[in-house]
């Protein structure tokens, strides 16, 4: 009864008012301003992005003097940013954007973000119990080599992602046992996991496979069909056809999230995170959540390797492969506030603009360039705080003593 | 209850139960045994796991260390001459090159440290010196050697100093970790450079248009060699700058105000700020010292020996991050970051470029170096573990006595 009172007295236009509904509203505005000069809009003059972009920042200032600092924030870069790139596309030919905006983006997106997804989620759950990880790099490295090397041996990739995942889990063991135990500083012992592992795959590598690459033919992961997609005009190249890892990718975030807020499981990794202390006394084992959260850091930032190297990279491996893939995975997880659906938008994010920045290399190697800088300096104005402030869990990185 | 963890402490007496939990203790432990000992304990038993992997694979780990011992033509010792033809006194003036590189990076991590500040972006803040180093020493044509070269160097080691100082003043302002923009400071960088060299890219060598190289600089920025001949990489007078930046290391920190206030705020910030230290303007100051570091390692590589730099050396390159293990090593003080930059310096030439050896491959013993590197920060990181090895060597001590009594 007093939920229907309170709508009524709360009719549309009062609450289209509502700061967050405009600074939304600038947001998609900032991005259908973007996506006005590419197709299947392709508008070929200046008037309407701009246009749009405007309105998207007015939208975003109102907000802002709303409170809603934040949000407004976004909706007015959203709108300077769609602007601009609505601009430069407006100035390209319509054949040069037709072969780089098209539905395969979609799965080159897809197919850029996964490893950051897994990164980022591993990370999130590290940094959740309370145990900073800027680890993730090595760990997918590490999942990068032995998942190839376990699908070469064992036969099939099946084998080759439990080697690979396991791999990742016991190099996050070995700094487990620094970080929590040992006490030490987590940012030194993440570095050294970093270098460790690129020297165990370089060494590894080359003592096995003689410099040479790993043969041919080795059981890869398979991609998914979906049979009623393919004739479909833009789903069928987009999504029809995506590895398997992939949409394991999709449901990890799913189940990630309702183990983090919804299962007790969550709440006492939340509770080591914020105030470690507090959850000893409720008879947490502060140590056994931590070392299981890094433990699972690893394993999931290692299948995001495995994915690189035995289902993107189609059962290859070189030196060095994930190239800094961890980082952004550890930006995307700041940019998403430490949670699973934030890290996963930003993930796809940052996928999306390297997978641009892959095609706009033929036409302009300036303009790519700004798309592979794009997740660094969004990152970079994250944690400045101009688009709010990202707020890391209380505890994180403090090694905790038991009294 | 104190901080002891109850279950080390119960089964043994107070006085050996302090030393492996309290920070107290392990400080004091530290002291007695003079600073060098866990530096070196954390060395030696990095050498023996990577050995112990060495060993694993099927390779000789002595013949694989005096090989690579050689490579960086540190046997010169045992037959001393300036002959730049001996192979040994090529070698080590190659390893005295890294030396000169890692000094200068392993300080820019030092400094940030001693302010309380992990600076991982010393890698980042190296190109942009290389970058700005390259570009002053092209474009800048017909200046006096001197000028010109003092030029570079200034241009340069300011553009790290202000790399740096992002992070520094973000840290200072919004709380922004160090760390976390460091790091993005760092691939900014990097894709900066890749454009800049690339294809079409503003600092693209003129000549050839295709390959993603840059200009070399102009002879007049070149530093002179003083141990070698200039064409085959010869030992550049920047092997001083390096020793002479680490005086100034120790003269700033130890012997000056600004010192004392960035070592204060690196104590406990809370103290400095209660004793009249402005602790922000601290920490932008200390940043900055630190990219300017970072900046002059970018700027004496590329006057000394590179001269130019292209889009495939930029992977290839992890100077910076090596800094982080010369630091740490050295226990963030001048004298030993020398010598971690010496060791460090030895490992990258002897593993690579100067090694040949029958036992052990250039591919291999380059991922070695990766390995004892990750060991070192590792255990550098967790004292209490060489502390304990440290301890249970003591404790062996009076059993291994009344054994043989």
Same mark, same amino acid.
């Given at each position: 009864?007093?939920?229907?009172?309170?709508?009524?007295?709360?009719?549309?236009? =009062?609450?289209?008012?509502?700061?967050?509904?405009?600074?939304?509203?600038?947001?998609?505005?900032?991005?259908?301003?973007?996506?006005?000069?590419?197709?299947?809009?392709? $508008?070929?003059?200046?008037?309407?992005?701009?246009?749009?972009?405007? @309105?998207?920042?007015?939208?975003?200032?109102?907000?802002?003097?709303?409170?809603?600092?934040?949000?407004?924030?976004?909706?007015?870069?959203?709108?300077?940013?769609? $602007?601009?790139?609505?601009?430069?596309?407006?100035?390209?030919?319509? /054949?040069?954007?037709? =072969?780089?905006?098209?539905?395969?983006?979609?799965?080159?997106?897809? =197919?850029?973000?996964?490893?950051? @997804?897994?990164?980022?989620? $591993?990370?999130?759950?590290?940094?959740?119990?309370?145990?900073?990880?800027?680890?993730?790099?090595?760990?997918?490295?590490?999942?990068?080599?032995?998942?190839?090397?376990?699908?070469?041996?064992?036969?099939?990739?099946?084998?080759?992602?439990?080697?690979?995942?396991?791999?990742?889990?016991?190099?996050?063991?070995?700094?487990?046992?620094?970080?929590?135990?040992?006490?030490?500083?987590?940012?030194?012992?993440?570095?050294?996991?970093?270098?460790?592992?690129?020297?165990?795959?370089?060494?590894?590598?080359?003592?096995?496979?003689?410099?040479?690459?790993?043969?041919? /033919?080795?059981?890869? #992961?398979?991609?998914?069909?979906?049979?009623?997609?393919?004739?479909?005009?833009?789903?069928?190249?987009?999504?029809?056809?995506?590895?398997?890892?992939?949409?394991? /990718?999709?449901?990890?975030? #799913?189940?990630?999230?309702?183990?983090?807020?919804?299962?007790?499981?969550?709440?006492?990794?939340?509770?080591? /995170?914020?105030?470690?202390?507090?959850?000893?006394?409720?008879?947490?084992?502060?140590?056994?959540?931590?070392?299981?959260?890094?433990?699972?850091?690893?394993?999931?930032?290692?299948?995001?390797?495995?994915?690189?190297?035995?289902?993107?990279?189609?059962?290859?491996?070189?030196?060095?492969?994930?190239?800094?893939?961890?980082?952004?995975?550890?930006?995307?997880?700041?940019?998403?506030?430490?949670?699973?659906?934030?890290?996963?938008?930003?993930?796809?994010?940052?996928?999306?603009?390297?997978?641009? $920045?892959?095609?706009?290399?033929?036409?302009?190697?300036?303009?790519?360039?700004?798309?592979?800088?794009?997740?660094?300096?969004?990152?970079? #104005?994250?944690?400045?705080?101009?688009?709010?402030?990202?707020?890391?869990?209380?505890?994180?990185?403090?090694?905790?003593?038991?009294? | 209850?104190?901080?002891?963890?109850?279950?080390?402490?119960?089964?043994?007496?107070?006085?050996?139960? %302090?030393?492996?939990?309290?920070?107290?203790?392990?400080?004091?432990?530290?002291?007695?045994?003079?600073?060098?000992?866990?530096?070196?304990?954390?060395?030696?038993?990095?050498?023996?796991?990577?050995?112990?992997?060495?060993?694993?694979?099927?390779?000789?780990?002595?013949?694989?260390?005096?090989?690579?011992?050689?490579?960086?033509?540190?046997?010169?010792?045992?037959?001393?001459?300036?002959?730049?033809?001996?192979?040994?006194? *090529?070698?080590?003036?190659?390893?005295?090159?890294?030396?000169?590189?890692?000094?200068?990076?392993?300080?820019?991590?030092?400094?940030?440290?001693?302010?309380?500040?992990?600076?991982?972006?010393?890698?980042?803040?190296?190109?942009?010196?290389?970058?700005?180093?390259?570009?002053?020493?092209?474009?800048?044509?017909?200046?006096?050697?001197?000028?010109?070269?003092?030029?570079?160097?200034?241009?340069?080691?300011?553009?790290?100093?202000?790399? %740096?100082?992002?992070?520094?003043?973000?840290?200072?302002?919004?709380?922004?970790?160090?760390?976390?923009?460091?790091?993005?400071?760092?691939?900014?960088?990097?894709?900066?450079?890749?454009?800049?060299?690339?294809?079409?890219?503003?600092?693209?060598? &003129?000549?050839?248009?295709?390959?993603?190289?840059?200009?070399?600089?102009?002879?007049?920025?070149?530093?002179?060699?003083?141990?070698?001949?200039?064409?085959?990489?010869?030992?550049?007078?920047?092997?001083?700058?390096?020793? &002479?930046?680490?005086?100034?290391? *120790?003269?700033?920190?130890?012997?000056?105000?600004?010192?004392?206030?960035?070592?204060?705020?690196?104590?406990?910030?809370?103290?400095?700020? *209660?004793?009249?230290?402005?602790?922000?303007?601290?920490?932008?100051?200390?940043?900055?010292?630190?990219?300017?570091?970072?900046?002059?390692?970018?700027?004496?590589?590329?006057?000394?020996?590179? *001269?130019?730099?292209?889009?495939?050396?930029?992977?290839?390159?992890?100077?910076?991050?090596?800094?982080?293990?010369?630091?740490?090593?050295?226990?963030?003080?001048?004298?030993?970051?020398?010598?971690?930059?010496?060791?460090?310096?030895?490992?990258?030439?002897?593993?690579?470029?100067?090694?040949?050896?029958?036992?052990?491959?250039?591919?291999?013993?380059?991922?070695?170096?990766?390995?004892?590197?990750?060991?070192?920060?590792?255990?550098?990181?967790?004292?209490?573990?060489?502390?304990?090895?440290?301890?249970?060597?003591?404790?062996?001590?009076?059993?291994?006595?009344?054994?043989?009594?």
């Amino acid at each position: 009864m007093s939920e229907w009172t309170q709508r009524l007295e709360n009719p549309v236009s =009062a609450r289209l008012r509502d700061p967050a509904v405009s600074g939304y509203a600038g947001i998609v505005l900032g991005v259908f301003a973007g996506f006005l000069a590419i197709p299947p809009i392709e $508008a070929r003059t200046n008037t309407w992005p701009v246009l749009v972009g405007v @309105v998207a920042v007015v939208l975003g200032i109102w907000t802002v003097t709303r409170g809603r600092r934040r949000l407004g924030w976004g909706a007015v870069a959203a709108g300077i940013i769609g $602007a601009a790139l609505g601009i430069l596309a407006t100035h390209s030919g319509t /054949g040069n954007l037709e =072969a780089v905006f098209n539905a395969s983006l979609v799965a080159q997106t897809f =197919a850029a973000a996964t490893p950051l @997804v897994f990164g980022a989620l $591993a990370g999130m759950f590290s940094e959740r119990s309370g145990v900073v990880n800027i680890g993730l790099e090595g760990m997918m490295l590490m999942g990068a080599f032995w998942g190839v090397y376990g699908a070469d041996k064992g036969g099939t990739w099946v084998v080759g992602l439990a080697v690979g995942m396991l791999s990742g889990g016991l190099l996050a063991l070995v700094y487990a046992w620094f970080a929590i135990h040992l006490r030490a500083d987590q940012i030194v012992g993440g570095t050294a996991v970093n270098f460790l592992a690129l020297g165990i795959t370089g060494y590894f590598f080359f003592q096995i496979y003689h410099g040479n690459y790993v043969p041919q /033919g080795v059981s890869t #992961i398979p991609n998914v069909h979906i049979p009623g997609l393919s004739s479909a005009g833009f789903l069928g190249p987009a999504i029809g056809n995506l590895n398997l890892l992939i949409w394991v /990718g999709f449901a990890t975030v #799913i189940v990630s999230y309702i183990v983090i807020f919804k299962t007790p499981i969550g709440l006492r990794i939340r509770a080591c /995170g914020e105030h470690p202390r507090a959850a000893d006394t409720v008879g947490i084992n502060v140590f056994l959540v931590r070392y299981g959260c890094v433990v699972l850091s690893g394993l999931l930032a290692a299948a995001g390797g495995v994915y690189l190297s035995d289902g993107f990279g189609g059962g290859t491996f070189n030196d060095n492969m994930t190239e800094g893939r961890g980082f952004i995975a550890l930006a995307a997880m700041i940019f998403g506030n430490w949670r699973p659906f934030g890290a996963f938008g930003a993930a796809v994010l940052f996928g999306f603009s390297s997978a641009v $920045a892959l095609r706009l290399q033929v036409y302009s190697a300036s303009a790519s360039t700004l798309f592979n800088v794009l997740p660094y300096v969004l990152t970079l #104005i994250a944690v400045a705080g101009v688009i709010g402030r990202t707020v890391p869990p209380a505890a994180d990185g403090k090694p905790y003593a038991k009294q | 209850m104190s901080e002891i963890d109850p279950r080390i402490s119960a089964p043994e007496p107070p006085e050996e139960a %302090a030393s492996s939990g309290t920070l107290i203790a392990s400080i004091a432990l530290k002291q007695r045994a003079g600073g060098i000992v866990v530096p070196v304990m954390t060395a030696v038993l990095a050498f023996l796991i990577g050995g112990a992997v060495v060993a694993a694979t099927g390779h000789n780990p002595l013949l694989a260390y005096r090989d690579i011992f050689n490579g960086a033509g540190l046997n010169w010792i045992f037959h001393p001459t300036t002959n730049i033809a001996n192979t040994a006194a *090529y070698n080590l003036s190659q390893t005295l090159l890294q030396t000169t590189t890692l000094i200068l990076t392993g300080l820019a991590v030092a400094f940030a440290f001693r302010c309380g500040m992990f600076n991982i972006g010393g890698q980042g803040q190296y190109f942009v010196g290389l970058i700005v180093a390259n570009w002053v020493g092209y474009d800048f044509q017909h200046m006096a050697p001197l000028p010109h070269i003092l030029l570079a160097i200034f241009a340069a080691t300011l553009a790290g100093a202000f790399w %740096a100082g992002i992070a520094g003043f973000l840290k200072a302002t919004v709380g922004a970790h160090e760390v976390i923009s460091t790091i993005m400071l760092n691939w900014i960088a990097i894709w900066v450079g890749e454009w800049l060299f690339g294809d079409g890219g503003p600092l693209q060598n &003129a000549a050839d248009k295709t390959i993603p190289i840059s200009n070399d600089v102009a002879a007049s920025a070149q530093l002179p060699v003083f141990w070698g001949v200039q064409a085959l990489q010869g030992l550049d007078i920047g092997f001083f700058v390096a020793i &002479a930046a680490l005086v100034a290391f *120790y003269l700033i920190l130890n012997r000056t105000t600004l010192g004392y206030e960035v070592r204060a705020v690196g104590f406990n910030p809370e103290a400095a700020a *209660y004793g009249g230290i402005n602790v922000k303007k601290n920490l932008v100051r200390a940043m900055g010292i630190s990219g300017a570091f970072a900046g002059l390692a970018g700027a004496i590589d590329m006057l000394g020996y590179l *001269y130019h730099f292209g889009v495939s050396d930029i992977p290839a390159s992890n100077v910076g991050f090596l800094g982080i293990a010369v630091a740490l090593l050295g226990r963030n003080t001048a004298v030993g970051t020398g010598l971690g930059a010496l060791l460090f310096g030895a490992l990258l030439f002897g593993t690579t470029h100067g090694l040949s050896s029958s036992t052990i491959q250039p591919e291999l013993a380059g991922n070695l170096t990766y390995i004892i590197q990750g060991l070192i920060v590792l255990f550098v990181g967790a004292d209490v573990l060489i502390l304990y090895v440290w301890n249970s060597r003591k404790r062996l001590r009076p059993q291994a006595k009344a054994m043989a009594a």
